[in-house]
């Protein structure tokens, strides 16, 4: 796992991170270029200007130039008795074993845009401010925070501030890999002197947590990396790493379970402490505190949608459930067993679970905060079919291995928690682990079968690879005795979500028009995009059987929303909502592409709904 660390400094202790980083990272942009190499000595600023000259490099948008070798100019520097705090500072600078300089976009900074864009930050600041989020104005300021545009990429992209910066971002450390420079050891700081100070990039970006929030994403995202089996490599931790020591018990709870701490890479982020006020110096701090808390949780649930089906079992959700419950004192589990599940009549999660030598496993975690311990919860129901056979509506072999990801729900739905217990937010959640194993053999259900569900109801089984449904469906059912204020489920359901939105977004459905407004507006938030589909009444028709209540599957229908039509019977008048993140969530055909969405916008969501209870 990566980390950030975060210094306040001032002159005498500002170049100290270097010691520690394998490589300096300057953001620059054309007008600042020249003072930023004055912070070198004159031989090394030469020498970088001479490799600028060659590679033709301006410090435009986008442009990137790799400068190794400055540790040659030490020898021959000299001091300036004029100039002697300048020269400690250049003599410091030349311990640094590389530096990469990258060109930044900033123009919606320019003055033409002062006045527009000075109320769009302050929004944008204010959004994230805990503090000042006034939620009577939320969808107002929100589009006047996030549509803020300049005349070029960003009219033409139509693309939020944090989308727009990430998406800079995420071009930086793709061009550090192309240089083979690793994310392990970064140094990030402002190089500017007192008159530019101001409008230094790092100072800009550290300066609002939105742009805050989108570098730390972005270096966290492209820091990832699963390590896999391999036998060199014995290290290997099978799970995740938590952070955070909230209510945490004692270490050894993550001994036992094989977590050895491992801290890939750090981001050593040094800003100058006068630079910023004491509430700024505290939005700094929240921000980094969140997107570590969302790092985590995100690791966590890549890592076990990359961990193969015959260690990824039920039983095996089951334990990260309970050892989860004792690292914090805010969240308890309880595991209901397949015998329990049969008592309860969760015949249509069963029938999944038929087929397989494992057995099933309902985990349900309670994250309760403090003084609200008789407020309605939260439900989120996480799928998570280890594996996903499809039955005897058997998958097609090639594309049958990356069915592990089809548990990538629960595993969003654990992270939440993990995230949402380490901030300590002030929300009710109960978070359901809908767990079992697809597979075949001679009790495995059958399509034609009539199955009676949990809530009394009976359902047809068209295919067996419609399996995912049938598990939530008992789940929400039996969530509804927790008298949820909304229930959200997440789901790798049907690959006709990504026909629809391909990778980009996550499908919608919702029988609750505010709900749906506060999750989409969650996800522009988080750059985590979900997109609602329609919801009529006319849809309904295409499950409609002859035999029983309902079938598991449309005829000549839209999958995605006929997927949704049959869960929402079992939501009732329940406020309920369905993510389906089968093209969100990992890529499919593709390895080791688990993303860890929709973490981000349930997290998005849940602290703005945090934010309500404590006012």
Sequence with gaps: MIKANLIWTDESNKFETLDDSDCLLILTTPTLLASQLFHFSTPAKAYIEQVFDDEGFAGNKGECIFVQGLKAFKTSYSSDSENNRQNEISQQLADVKRVLFYGVDFALFETSDALN????????????????????????????????KRRSDLSQNDAPAFRYLEQQFDALFKKLKSVSVTLEKLSLMALSSNETASSDPVNTIASHSQFLGALLRSYFKHGYHFKGYKTNNRSVSSSRVRDGNNGANNASNNEAINQALDIRGTLFLALDAKH??????????????????????????????????????????AEQAQNLA?????????????STLKQLGMNGYLAVNAGSQFAATMPILRYTAKGLENSPPVVLIGKGVTFDSGGFTLKRSPDMRHMIYDMAGAGCVLGVIQAVATLGLNINIIGIVASADNAIDGKAYRPGDIITMHSGKTVEVM????????????????????SPSVIIDIATLTGAAISALGHKATALFSNSSALESALVEAGELANDRCWPFPFWPEYQD???????????????????ISAGCFLSRFADGTP????????????????????????????????????????
């Design 117 to 148: 864009y000075s109320s769009c930050v302050q929004a944008v600041s204010d959004i994230n401010n805990p503090s000042k989020v006034n939620y009577s104005s939320y969808a107002s300021d929100s589009n006047s925070a996030f549509n803020l």
């Design 276 to 317: 910023f006020n004491n509430a700024q110096k505290r939005l700094v701090s929240h921000t980094i505190r969140y997107e570590t808390a969302l790092n985590a949780a995100m690791t966590w649930a890549k890592d076990l949608a990359h961990m193969p089906a015959n260690l990824c079992t039920p039983d095996y959700l």
């Design 326 to 338: 004792q690292t914090f004192n805010t969240v308890s589990c309880d595991i209901l067993s397949e």
């Design 463 to 482: 295919s067996t690879d419609a399996e995912g449904r049938m598990l939530m469906a008992d789940a929400i059912s039996y969530a509804k005795q927790f």
């Design 542 to 560: 295409a499950i409609t059987s002859q035999h029983a209540d309902m079938m598991n599957t449309g005829i000549n229908s839209p999958g995605a």
């Design 576 to 615: 309920w909502a369905h993510l389906d993140v089968a093209g969100t969530a990992f890529t499919y055909t593709k390895s080791l592409s688990a993303t860890g969405r929709p973490i981000p916008l349930l997290l998005s969501y849940l602290s703005r709904c945090a934010i309500k209870n404590k006012r």
